[in-house]
């Protein structure tokens, strides 16, 4: 029985097997191939997990016949052990292929609490370097990042659509005789969320005693999914221009409808600097609103599907081009300034009720016409 993981077993072994990265692989593989005439020293890939970024580097020194050095900067964020495993590397040449590449996977890793020097190390190695280094992370934009950046050709990786994930998905249960779903995989490839490596680590779990995909299953599994935090769905909404990767970035957030609004209307003008584009977005979050009215007045509850997308790929296509960066994104303040508002309008009804009471009058009249003067007085 054939034990190893499906990850390992159907990684792309070459640039043509990667499906849906067409313009990151380009890139890389011209990076690697002119790596003599660059004045950048190291490419930084980047992008969600599972979109492919080590596989692709392992598929380009795969066709290219070079060797891979693997470091793993979680691993070693200090500066003594990031020039002690990188140091040898980018001066030795390879013993067993044509050329080699250097691969330093997640160095986000390294702008933690526990980076000892470990960043200004790497950053000062990338310039020593006679081989190709290639870095990896999810998200780069950290400040304590921005010395290897300013060092990096960058080469962004995005989410795979569902269908890039669906054909792959297919390949394998085909590859391996599995009976399956049509309904199923596609299920399974739409709640991925363009995490290719989760999908086929989940196929593998589903199929791997009766060899069969089912609905029910993948249904199941859909429902012990963790949930996603509202900074890396607004991350996805923001940072793309690409309808079907910002579709379903709410969906597995655990916000409703309202606070995603809100959110997104607090954070708007943080990364949208263009005004065109911040008024588009606007106007989107705006339509948004008035069918979420709708839904309230008339429980119109079809309405829910173009809130989403108007909130989603809307937000996403109002502007002409990426913004890049990191963006601090922050919990709205919409919603304490309500709180206080309404507090402070209770301690006035309170006070205006017990007026009203003594001198025989309304509590609109004594808001109006006492209130005002209570107010200089105390």
Do not use: C
């Amino acid at each position: 029985m054939d034990t190893k993981p499906w990850t390992v077993k159907y990684q792309p072994k070459t640039v043509s097997d990667i499906q849906g990265q067409d313009k990151a692989v380009s890139q890389l593989l011209n990076y690697v191939k002119n790596y003599s005439d660059k004045k950048k020293r190291a490419a930084l890939l980047y992008g969600p997990p599972g979109s492919g970024k080590t596989s692709s580097i392992y598929a380009v020194a795969n066709e290219l016949k070079h060797e891979v050095i693997e470091v793993n900067a979680s691993d070693t964020r200090n500066k003594s052990s990031i020039k002690e495993k990188l140091g040898p590397a980018i001066l030795q040449r390879s013993l067993f292929a044509e050329s080699k590449l250097i691969l330093v996977d997640e160095i986000d890793g390294l702008a933690g609490r526990k980076d000892r020097g470990g960043v200004a190390e790497l950053a000062k190695l990338l310039k020593k370097s006679t081989f190709p280094i290639i870095m990896t992370a999810n998200d780069p934009w950290d400040k304590k990042l921005s010395s290897i950046r300013n060092k990096a050709e960058m080469i962004e990786f995005s989410g795979l659509n569902y269908k890039s994930v669906q054909s792959i998905l297919r390949k394998i249960v085909e590859e391996e005789n599995i009976k399956y779903d049509k309904m199923a995989l596609a299920s399974l490839a739409r709640r991925a969320g363009g995490d290719l490596r989760g999908a086929v680590s989940d196929l593998q779990t589903l199929t791997q005693t009766d060899k069969k995909l089912t609905k029910e299953e993948v249904d199941e599994l859909s429902g012990r999914k963790q949930k996603e935090t509202i900074f890396n769905a607004l991350k996805r909404v923001f940072k793309t221009t690409k309808s079907e990767v910002a579709r379903g970035a709410f969906d597995d957030v655990d916000e409703d409808v309202d606070e995603i609004i809100l959110w997104i209307d607090e954070n708007l003008p943080k990364e949208y600097k263009n005004p065109l584009d911040l008024a588009k977005a606007y106007n989107n979050l705006s339509t948004a609103d008035v069918y979420r009215g709708r839904i309230r007045r008339r429980q119109h509850w079809r309405f829910l599907v173009y809130i989403y997308d108007l909130l989603t790929a809307g937000i996403a296509l109002s502007k002409k081009k990426k913004y890049i960066g990191f963006t601090n994104y922050s919990r709205t303040r919409r919603i304490l300034k309500i709180w206080q508002y309404n507090r402070k309008q209770g301690q006035k009804r309170s006070i205006a009720q017990k007026i009203a009471e003594k001198t025989h009058t309304s509590e609109k009249r004594v808001i109006q016409d006492t209130y005002p003067y209570i107010q200089i007085i105390f």
